[in-house]
């Protein structure tokens, strides 16, 4: 783990492997060891940074936390690592980040994996259940949001038979700082629909969702297929929200398959 001090925050992140950049955001609330298996597939062939959005993992919370902000970080920590450009992925809210660096810093995106995410801000019903959250959060604590998203987060069979994974969504749940949390629920309630967007993405793009996410359906992914130009959508089956852990194998398949592809350089396995 490496630290860098950026927009007056201190920004945790790990810088793995050799070659061309692509960086991995992670959702909410998780952090970085979200990625440890798709940093594992890439290392040999690709230089992976996975950082700590600010509010998780061991980066300093601090207010504001919008996906602007977020996004502004990303840039920062590419100017600190002196990287271009990237191919940049996000999943759930590293989504939303994601869509937000591509509208604030589109030339510096080679190519863009969109997992279990959308482009829509949230319903005014959304919000306040992000504020309700919020004030639950920073009364209670981390548990009550860990039991209520597990079951949003994981399919029914790996609830019941995949312990491991399980046990690694909860402990990046419980290890996220009330205060980051709290305010990274107030940046997703103020994000800006980025459905308009869509349509001027001129990248490569990869776009993957689990059949079974209750959180981002498969008809959010549907749609930003239909707007981004020449998109590939991939439908993990047996997967939900976090469909990066439950369908290892598949997920790091159809991500190594979509580097491979990118500017004709051939990446072994």
Do not use: C
């Not at 490496?2 to 810088?15: M, P, S, W």
């Not at 305010?183 to 793009?205: K, N, S, W, Y």
């Not at 993990?236 to 500017?263: C, I, M, P, W, Y």
């Amino acid at each position: 783990m490496a630290q860098v001090n950026i927009n007056n925050i201190n920004l945790a992140f790990d810088d793995t492997g050799s070659g061309r950049p692509v960086i991995l955001l992670h959702g909410y609330p998780f952090n970085r060891t979200l990625w440890g298996s798709q940093v594992s597939a890439l290392r040999n062939n690709f230089r992976v940074i996975t950082p700590d959005l600010r509010g998780f993992g061991e980066s300093e919370a601090a207010e504001p936390a919008t996906m602007a902000l977020m996004a502004q970080d990303v840039a920062a920590l590419m100017d600190a690592l002196d990287i271009p450009k990237a191919i940049i992925g996000g999943l759930s809210m590293g989504g939303y980040v994601l869509l937000s660096f591509y509208k604030q810093f589109t030339n510096r995106v080679e190519a863009l994996v969109l997992a279990d995410t959308r482009p829509q801000a949230d319903t005014e019903e959304g919000k306040q259940n992000r504020v309700k959250q919020r004030e639950q959060i920073l009364r209670d604590g981390m548990g009550l949001t860990a039991d209520t998203m597990l079951p949003k987060l994981l399919t029914p069979e790996t609830v019941s038979t995949r312990p491991d994974i399980v046990n690694h969504v909860r402990n990046m749940i419980m290890n996220t700082k009330p205060a980051g949390a709290a305010a990274a629920l107030m940046g997703m309630a103020t994000r800006e629909d980025q459905t308009e967007l869509l349509q001027q993405i001129g990248v490569p793009t990869l776009i993957v969702v689990g059949r079974e996410d209750p959180i981002t359906p498969v008809q959010d992914s549907q749609l930003m297929h239909e707007r981004v130009q020449g998109s590939r959508l991939i439908i993990l089956e047996d997967a939900a929200h976090v469909s990066n852990l439950e369908q290892t194998e598949s997920f790091n398949g159809v991500l190594k398959s979509f580097l491979r592809n990118q500017n004709g350089r051939e990446a072994t396995d």
